[in-house]
């Protein structure tokens, strides 16, 4: 068996009303070598039955993951096994534009030195529509290194990279990183994106390439002030951590911008909460 360009890991728990769109989504790109693990996280819903449609492709591997552990022991077994150069992890309920898989494959072949991709999203209702078109990526939207990458999101006080779906990651600086880092679990992606640039730099793909899908489910609609307080933490983590990538201005700019963001937050759910479920 030849070893897989890309892996798309997809952790599932409870997604038996979406996973099937996002899982189509990825199935649909043609233009890349790549496997699918999916991890059914113990589901309670029919989201192993949903899933094992699916098994017929031989790209997709579906895994049991053991209940408990939240989204850190989820991410972190499919991510586990992956054996591809680049690790794309989509969540259950968003989805991937056509182009997206090949297109990011590519930028980070071309570019042996950089370790993490991310592009664009439109952010959408429960429904599917779309709310906001081409979100992300402000400050990033050329080339740079990891440490510049890192100092421009901690001023930003939020995850301008975007969802899971938005990025891929060489797998090696995944791995140096030790996986997804989920000591601020609001933050999972957004901290983990921050130590895998430790290890290289940044490419953007300006084009956008993903879904991320408001609900009333997510921990993000109702917990805006608990996500303020993980960012500032987690700002304050690595700037311990990494003190000549982190500079103290960046993390005081970076906490009163957190803060602003989580009361913008609170007032576009307040808007939107009615499209939500």
Known sequence: MTTPTLSVVLPVYNGGKYVAEALESVLAETGVDMEVIVGDHSSTDNTREVIGRFENDPRVRVITIPAGGFVKRAWNAVSDEATGRYVKLVCADDIVYPGILSRQVELLESRPDAVLTACPRDVTDATGKVLIKDMG???????????????????????????????????????????????????????????????????PDLTTGATFRLNADQHSVAQANTQAQQAIGFHHWIREHAPLVV???????????????????????????????
């Open 137 to 203: 990526l402000q400050g990033i939207k050329k080339e740079m290194t990891g440490q510049d990458a890192i100092r421009t999101v901690i001023r930003a006080g939020r995850n301008i990279f975007g969802e899971p779906g938005c990025a891929t990651i060489r797998r090696d600086a995944l791995l140096a990183a030790d996986g997804w880092f989920a000591d601020f679990p609001y933050l999972i992606d957004m901290a983990t994106y921050s130590r895998v640039l430790l290890h290289g730099d940044f490419v």
């Open 247 to 277: 500079r103290e201005s960046d993390v005081r700019i970076g906490d009163s911008r957190a803060r602003l963001n989580a009361q913008l937050r609170r007032l576009a759910f307040s808007v939107l909460k009615r499209r939500m479920s």
